[in-house]
Protein backbone atom coordinates (compact mmCIF):
# COMPACT_ATOMS: atom_id res chain seq x y z
CA UNK A 1 0.00 0.00 0.00
CA UNK A 2 1.29 3.11 -1.05
CA UNK A 3 1.86 6.03 1.06
CA UNK A 4 -0.72 8.55 -0.35
CA UNK A 5 -3.60 5.48 -0.19
CA UNK A 6 -2.78 5.06 3.49
CA UNK A 7 -3.08 8.91 4.37
CA UNK A 8 -6.34 9.24 2.27
CA UNK A 9 -8.80 11.15 5.05
CA UNK A 10 -12.20 9.77 3.43
CA UNK A 11 -15.68 11.51 4.36
CA UNK A 12 -17.05 11.38 7.54
CA UNK A 13 -19.64 8.88 8.75
CA UNK A 14 -20.94 8.54 12.29
CA UNK A 15 -22.21 4.99 13.49
CA UNK A 16 -22.71 3.09 16.74
CA UNK A 17 -22.62 -0.54 15.46
CA UNK A 18 -20.75 -2.34 12.07
CA UNK A 19 -23.44 -3.83 9.60
CA UNK A 20 -24.30 -7.07 10.09
CA UNK A 21 -25.45 -9.59 7.31
CA UNK A 22 -28.68 -11.11 7.26
CA UNK A 23 -29.50 -14.99 7.28
CA UNK A 24 -30.40 -15.03 3.26
CA UNK A 25 -27.16 -12.85 2.93
CA UNK A 26 -24.81 -15.50 4.97
CA UNK A 27 -26.05 -18.32 2.13
CA UNK A 28 -25.03 -15.61 -0.73
CA UNK A 29 -21.24 -15.41 0.90
CA UNK A 30 -21.15 -19.36 1.11
CA UNK A 31 -22.29 -19.69 -2.53
CA UNK A 32 -19.89 -17.39 -3.54
CA UNK A 33 -17.07 -18.66 -1.81
CA UNK A 34 -17.03 -21.98 -3.51
CA UNK A 35 -14.31 -22.60 -5.01
CA UNK A 36 -13.91 -20.33 -8.23
CA UNK A 37 -12.01 -21.62 -11.73
CA UNK A 38 -8.28 -20.58 -12.12
CA UNK A 39 -7.49 -19.06 -15.61
CA UNK A 40 -4.21 -18.72 -14.52
CA UNK A 41 -0.99 -21.41 -15.59
CA UNK A 42 2.20 -21.88 -13.37
CA UNK A 43 5.22 -19.69 -14.55
CA UNK A 44 7.73 -22.00 -16.17
CA UNK A 45 10.39 -23.22 -14.06
CA UNK A 46 7.40 -22.71 -10.89
CA UNK A 47 6.97 -20.21 -8.99
CA UNK A 48 4.68 -17.43 -8.87
CA UNK A 49 3.05 -16.79 -12.76
CA UNK A 50 0.96 -13.46 -12.52
CA UNK A 51 1.31 -10.38 -10.69
CA UNK A 52 -1.70 -7.94 -9.78
CA UNK A 53 -2.27 -4.22 -10.43
CA UNK A 54 -4.67 -1.37 -11.13
CA UNK A 55 -4.89 0.40 -14.19
CA UNK A 56 -7.06 3.51 -15.73
CA UNK A 57 -6.00 2.30 -19.20
CA UNK A 58 -9.50 1.56 -19.85
CA UNK A 59 -10.65 4.95 -18.78
CA UNK A 60 -11.05 4.30 -15.55
CA UNK A 61 -9.14 2.37 -12.44
CA UNK A 62 -9.84 -1.63 -12.72
CA UNK A 63 -8.18 -4.27 -11.19
CA UNK A 64 -5.61 -6.29 -13.85
CA UNK A 65 -3.33 -9.35 -13.99
CA UNK A 66 -0.09 -10.19 -15.80
CA UNK A 67 1.55 -12.84 -16.88
CA UNK A 68 5.23 -13.15 -15.47
CA UNK A 69 5.17 -15.82 -18.81
CA UNK A 70 3.90 -14.10 -22.04
CA UNK A 71 3.38 -10.49 -20.50
CA UNK A 72 -0.33 -10.78 -21.02
CA UNK A 73 -2.59 -8.89 -19.23
CA UNK A 74 -6.02 -8.96 -17.79
CA UNK A 75 -8.79 -7.10 -16.25
CA UNK A 76 -11.00 -8.94 -14.29
CA UNK A 77 -13.36 -6.10 -12.56
CA UNK A 78 -14.54 -4.56 -16.00
CA UNK A 79 -16.88 -2.40 -14.31
CA UNK A 80 -17.15 1.28 -15.42
CA UNK A 81 -16.74 2.60 -11.27
CA UNK A 82 -13.38 2.84 -9.11
CA UNK A 83 -12.07 -1.04 -8.58
CA UNK A 84 -8.87 -0.98 -6.44
CA UNK A 85 -6.55 -2.33 -3.54
CA UNK A 86 -6.46 -6.37 -5.19
CA UNK A 87 -5.28 -8.77 -2.33
CA UNK A 88 -4.49 -12.09 -3.54
CA UNK A 89 -6.32 -14.80 -1.25
CA UNK A 90 -3.84 -17.50 0.51
CA UNK A 91 -5.13 -21.00 -0.61
CA UNK A 92 -8.58 -19.84 -1.48
CA UNK A 93 -8.99 -18.95 -5.51
CA UNK A 94 -10.38 -15.25 -4.63
CA UNK A 95 -8.85 -11.70 -5.13
CA UNK A 96 -10.61 -9.13 -2.54
CA UNK A 97 -10.83 -5.58 -3.44
CA UNK A 98 -12.14 -2.83 -2.93
CA UNK A 99 -15.07 -1.12 -5.44
CA UNK A 100 -17.74 1.93 -5.02
CA UNK A 101 -20.03 0.64 -7.57
CA UNK A 102 -22.68 0.64 -4.71
CA UNK A 103 -22.16 4.52 -3.99
CA UNK A 104 -19.50 4.01 -1.41
CA UNK A 105 -16.43 1.76 -1.37
CA UNK A 106 -16.90 -1.86 -0.08
CA UNK A 107 -14.82 -4.65 0.03
CA UNK A 108 -15.70 -7.10 -2.49
CA UNK A 109 -14.48 -10.73 -3.36
CA UNK A 110 -14.12 -12.18 -7.44
CA UNK A 111 -13.11 -15.42 -8.74
CA UNK A 112 -9.15 -15.14 -10.25
CA UNK A 113 -10.99 -15.29 -13.59
CA UNK A 114 -13.23 -12.17 -12.15
CA UNK A 115 -16.48 -14.23 -12.17
CA UNK A 116 -18.11 -14.35 -9.00
CA UNK A 117 -17.94 -10.53 -7.91
CA UNK A 118 -19.86 -10.10 -4.67
CA UNK A 119 -20.49 -7.34 -2.21
CA UNK A 120 -19.13 -8.59 1.29
CA UNK A 121 -18.96 -5.72 3.53
CA UNK A 122 -22.46 -4.04 2.40
CA UNK A 123 -21.64 -1.06 4.63
CA UNK A 124 -23.15 2.78 3.98
CA UNK A 125 -18.74 3.83 5.26
CA UNK A 126 -16.09 3.56 2.96
CA UNK A 127 -14.25 0.08 3.49
CA UNK A 128 -10.85 0.35 1.64
CA UNK A 129 -7.59 -1.73 1.45
CA UNK A 130 -8.13 -5.00 2.41
CA UNK A 131 -5.50 -7.79 4.01
CA UNK A 132 -6.30 -11.48 4.38
CA UNK A 133 -5.20 -13.61 7.26
CA UNK A 134 -2.54 -16.31 6.55
CA UNK A 135 -5.15 -18.66 6.66
CA UNK A 136 -7.35 -17.15 4.50
CA UNK A 137 -10.45 -17.33 6.63
CA UNK A 138 -10.74 -13.45 7.88
CA UNK A 139 -9.82 -10.52 6.24
CA UNK A 140 -8.71 -7.09 7.76
CA UNK A 141 -9.35 -4.14 6.20
CA UNK A 142 -9.77 0.16 7.12
CA UNK A 143 -13.11 1.71 7.31
CA UNK A 144 -14.59 5.55 7.97
CA UNK A 145 -17.95 4.25 9.60
CA UNK A 146 -17.24 5.82 12.70
CA UNK A 147 -16.11 9.16 10.70
CA UNK A 148 -12.30 8.48 11.03
CA UNK A 149 -10.06 5.32 9.83
CA UNK A 150 -10.26 2.02 12.33
CA UNK A 151 -9.03 -1.43 11.36
CA UNK A 152 -11.97 -3.83 11.20
CA UNK A 153 -11.74 -7.92 10.40
CA UNK A 154 -14.70 -9.90 8.76
CA UNK A 155 -15.31 -13.39 8.52
CA UNK A 156 -15.43 -14.34 5.22
CA UNK A 157 -18.11 -17.27 5.85
CA UNK A 158 -20.63 -15.34 8.06
CA UNK A 159 -19.90 -12.07 7.04
CA UNK A 160 -19.39 -10.71 10.55
CA UNK A 161 -17.01 -7.65 11.35
CA UNK A 162 -15.10 -6.65 14.61
CA UNK A 163 -13.68 -3.19 14.94
CA UNK A 164 -10.46 -4.01 16.45
CA UNK A 165 -9.08 0.00 17.02
CA UNK A 166 -12.74 2.07 17.62
CA UNK A 167 -10.36 5.42 18.62
CA UNK A 168 -10.71 8.80 17.60
CA UNK A 169 -7.33 8.50 16.22
CA UNK A 170 -6.73 7.40 12.29
CA UNK A 171 -5.64 3.91 11.61
CA UNK A 172 -4.74 2.21 8.98
CA UNK A 173 -1.49 0.07 7.06
CA UNK A 174 -3.17 -3.75 8.74
CA UNK A 175 -0.21 -6.52 8.43
CA UNK A 176 -1.55 -9.89 9.65
CA UNK A 177 1.16 -11.77 11.83
CA UNK A 178 2.75 -14.79 9.89
CA UNK A 179 0.36 -17.46 12.37
CA UNK A 180 -2.61 -15.08 12.33
CA UNK A 181 -2.54 -14.20 15.81
CA UNK A 182 -2.00 -10.36 15.74
CA UNK A 183 -2.32 -7.34 13.43
CA UNK A 184 -0.02 -4.92 13.05
CA UNK A 185 -1.01 -1.05 12.14
CA UNK A 186 -0.40 2.64 11.96
CA UNK A 187 -2.57 5.05 14.15
CA UNK A 188 -1.98 8.80 13.35
CA UNK A 189 -3.05 11.30 16.26
CA UNK A 190 -2.14 14.60 17.31
CA UNK A 191 0.85 13.75 18.24
CA UNK A 192 2.28 11.79 15.39
CA UNK A 193 2.47 8.23 14.50
CA UNK A 194 2.84 4.98 16.52
CA UNK A 195 3.19 1.46 15.35
CA UNK A 196 0.58 -0.38 17.63
CA UNK A 197 -0.22 -4.22 17.68
CA UNK A 198 -2.90 -6.12 18.91
CA UNK A 199 -5.23 -9.63 18.88
CA UNK A 200 -7.15 -10.52 16.40
CA UNK A 201 -9.81 -10.54 18.47
CA UNK A 202 -9.01 -7.21 19.35
CA UNK A 203 -7.88 -8.31 22.72
CA UNK A 204 -4.17 -7.16 23.96
CA UNK A 205 -3.83 -3.54 22.20
CA UNK A 206 0.22 -2.65 22.61
CA UNK A 207 1.86 0.58 21.82
CA UNK A 208 4.77 -0.79 19.98
CA UNK A 209 6.75 1.97 19.00
CA UNK A 210 6.03 4.79 21.85
CA UNK A 211 8.34 7.71 21.15
CA UNK A 212 7.48 11.24 19.82
CA UNK A 213 8.89 10.73 16.58
CA UNK A 214 6.54 9.32 14.01
CA UNK A 215 6.39 5.90 13.50
CA UNK A 216 4.64 3.92 10.30
CA UNK A 217 4.00 1.47 7.81
CA UNK A 218 5.17 -1.68 9.89
CA UNK A 219 5.78 -5.03 7.95
CA UNK A 220 6.33 -8.44 9.96
CA UNK A 221 9.33 -10.67 9.07
CA UNK A 222 8.14 -14.21 7.43
CA UNK A 223 9.17 -15.70 11.19
CA UNK A 224 6.87 -13.37 13.30
CA UNK A 225 10.04 -12.47 14.66
CA UNK A 226 10.12 -9.12 14.42
CA UNK A 227 8.79 -5.57 12.90
CA UNK A 228 10.30 -3.64 10.86
CA UNK A 229 8.98 0.02 10.36
CA UNK A 230 9.81 3.78 9.66
CA UNK A 231 10.88 6.26 11.93
CA UNK A 232 12.50 9.60 11.75
CA UNK A 233 13.52 9.58 15.95
CA UNK A 234 17.17 10.31 14.31
CA UNK A 235 16.28 13.20 12.68
CA UNK A 236 15.57 11.74 9.16
CA UNK A 237 13.47 8.72 8.17
CA UNK A 238 14.75 5.24 8.48
CA UNK A 239 14.17 1.56 8.35
CA UNK A 240 14.43 -0.03 12.32
CA UNK A 241 13.58 -3.45 13.42
CA UNK A 242 12.74 -4.95 16.59
CA UNK A 243 10.59 -7.66 18.63
CA UNK A 244 7.06 -7.18 18.85
CA UNK A 245 7.23 -6.70 22.10
CA UNK A 246 5.96 -3.62 23.70
CA UNK A 247 7.44 -0.51 23.75
CA UNK A 248 9.58 -1.39 20.42
CA UNK A 249 12.73 -1.38 23.11
CA UNK A 250 13.55 -5.18 22.97
CA UNK A 251 16.34 -5.62 19.55
CA UNK A 252 15.68 -2.47 18.55
CA UNK A 253 18.52 -1.60 15.54
CA UNK A 254 18.25 1.27 13.33
CA UNK A 255 19.51 -0.68 10.01
CA UNK A 256 19.38 1.90 6.98
CA UNK A 257 21.54 4.34 8.95
CA UNK A 258 21.75 7.00 6.23
CA UNK A 259 21.37 10.82 6.17
CA UNK A 260 18.83 10.90 3.03
CA UNK A 261 14.81 8.57 3.90
CA UNK A 262 14.89 5.28 3.72
CA UNK A 263 11.16 4.09 3.17
CA UNK A 264 8.83 1.05 2.00
CA UNK A 265 10.27 -2.10 3.83
CA UNK A 266 9.48 -5.38 2.39
CA UNK A 267 11.11 -8.57 3.78
CA UNK A 268 12.24 -11.49 1.46
CA UNK A 269 9.96 -14.89 1.56
CA UNK A 270 12.99 -16.85 3.19
CA UNK A 271 13.45 -13.60 5.46
CA UNK A 272 17.03 -12.98 4.65
CA UNK A 273 17.05 -10.04 3.40
CA UNK A 274 14.83 -6.36 3.17
CA UNK A 275 14.34 -4.48 0.16
CA UNK A 276 13.35 -1.23 0.76
CA UNK A 277 13.29 2.68 -1.08
CA UNK A 278 16.17 4.92 -0.14
CA UNK A 279 15.91 8.91 -1.24
CA UNK A 280 20.46 8.83 -0.93
CA UNK A 281 21.33 9.36 -4.73
CA UNK A 282 18.82 11.80 -4.85
CA UNK A 283 15.54 10.48 -5.97
CA UNK A 284 14.13 7.45 -4.93
CA UNK A 285 16.04 3.91 -6.14
CA UNK A 286 15.25 0.59 -5.05
CA UNK A 287 17.81 -1.07 -2.31
CA UNK A 288 18.52 -4.80 -1.18
CA UNK A 289 20.29 -5.30 2.41
CA UNK A 290 21.12 -8.30 5.26
CA UNK A 291 18.16 -8.37 8.22
CA UNK A 292 20.80 -7.23 10.31
CA UNK A 293 21.19 -4.15 7.80
CA UNK A 294 24.80 -5.08 6.41
CA UNK A 295 25.70 -5.10 2.52
CA UNK A 296 23.08 -2.69 1.23
CA UNK A 297 23.28 -2.37 -2.35
CA UNK A 298 21.65 -0.47 -4.82
CA UNK A 299 19.35 -2.29 -7.53
CA UNK A 300 18.30 0.34 -10.09
CA UNK A 301 20.05 3.14 -11.24
CA UNK A 302 17.61 5.89 -12.66
CA UNK A 303 17.04 9.76 -12.49
CA UNK A 304 13.10 9.08 -12.14
CA UNK A 305 11.18 7.32 -9.10
CA UNK A 306 11.37 3.81 -8.13
CA UNK A 307 10.07 3.00 -4.73
CA UNK A 308 7.56 0.23 -3.59
CA UNK A 309 9.64 -2.81 -3.65
CA UNK A 310 7.23 -6.10 -3.40
CA UNK A 311 8.94 -9.87 -3.30
CA UNK A 312 8.21 -12.94 -5.74
CA UNK A 313 6.95 -15.87 -3.66
CA UNK A 314 9.76 -17.53 -4.52
CA UNK A 315 12.59 -14.79 -4.18
CA UNK A 316 13.37 -14.46 -7.52
CA UNK A 317 12.01 -11.27 -8.57
CA UNK A 318 11.19 -7.60 -6.95
CA UNK A 319 8.12 -5.70 -8.73
CA UNK A 320 8.51 -2.33 -8.13
CA UNK A 321 6.85 1.21 -8.93
CA UNK A 322 8.51 3.43 -11.42
CA UNK A 323 7.73 6.80 -13.47
CA UNK A 324 11.00 6.63 -15.62
CA UNK A 325 8.59 6.02 -18.92
CA UNK A 326 6.42 8.96 -18.26
CA UNK A 327 4.03 7.36 -16.35
CA UNK A 328 3.11 4.87 -13.25
CA UNK A 329 4.26 1.78 -14.31
CA UNK A 330 5.44 -1.82 -13.16
CA UNK A 331 8.96 -2.91 -12.90
CA UNK A 332 10.74 -6.55 -12.67
CA UNK A 333 14.18 -6.83 -11.65
CA UNK A 334 16.14 -9.95 -9.98
CA UNK A 335 17.62 -9.46 -6.50
CA UNK A 336 20.93 -8.61 -7.62
CA UNK A 337 20.37 -5.96 -10.16
CA UNK A 338 19.92 -8.45 -13.31
CA UNK A 339 16.79 -8.47 -15.65
CA UNK A 340 14.97 -5.32 -15.43
CA UNK A 341 11.75 -5.38 -17.38
CA UNK A 342 8.71 -3.01 -17.61
CA UNK A 343 5.90 -5.65 -17.10
CA UNK A 344 3.09 -3.15 -17.51
CA UNK A 345 4.43 -1.16 -20.62
CA UNK A 346 1.16 1.39 -21.46
CA UNK A 347 0.61 4.99 -21.32
CA UNK A 348 -1.64 4.81 -18.88
CA UNK A 349 -1.14 4.85 -15.40
CA UNK A 350 -0.39 1.21 -13.45
CA UNK A 351 0.16 0.70 -10.12
CA UNK A 352 1.38 -2.56 -8.18
CA UNK A 353 -0.36 -4.03 -5.36
CA UNK A 354 0.44 -8.00 -5.17
CA UNK A 355 1.45 -11.07 -6.63
CA UNK A 356 -0.07 -14.28 -7.23
CA UNK A 357 0.65 -16.35 -3.52
Known amino acids: MGLGGALMIRDSLVGDSLPTLQPTSLLRVAANLAPGPTPFPTAPGGGSG ?11 FEIYVASLDNFATVNLST ?7 PAWAPGLQKIAFASNRDGNFDIWLMNLNGSGQFNLTRSPANDRFPVW ?18 IVVVKIFDGVQTNL ?6 EFGPAWSPDGSRIAFTSIGSAGGEAFAVNADGSGLV ?7 DDLFSAWSPDGSRLTFESD ?3 NRELYVAAPDSGGGFGLINLTKDEADDTFSAWSPDGTRIAFTSF ?19 LTDNPAGDWSPSWSPD ?34 DDLIYGWQP
Open 50 to 60: WLGFISDRDGN
Open 165 to 170: TNSPTN
Open 207 to 213: NLTNTLA
Open 79 to 85: DPSWDAD
Open 315 to 348: GQRIAFQSNRDGNQEVYLIRPDGSGLLNLTNNPA
Open 133 to 150: SPDGTRIAFQSDYNGNSD
Open 280 to 298: RDGNQEIYVMNKDGSEQRR
Open 233 to 235: RDG
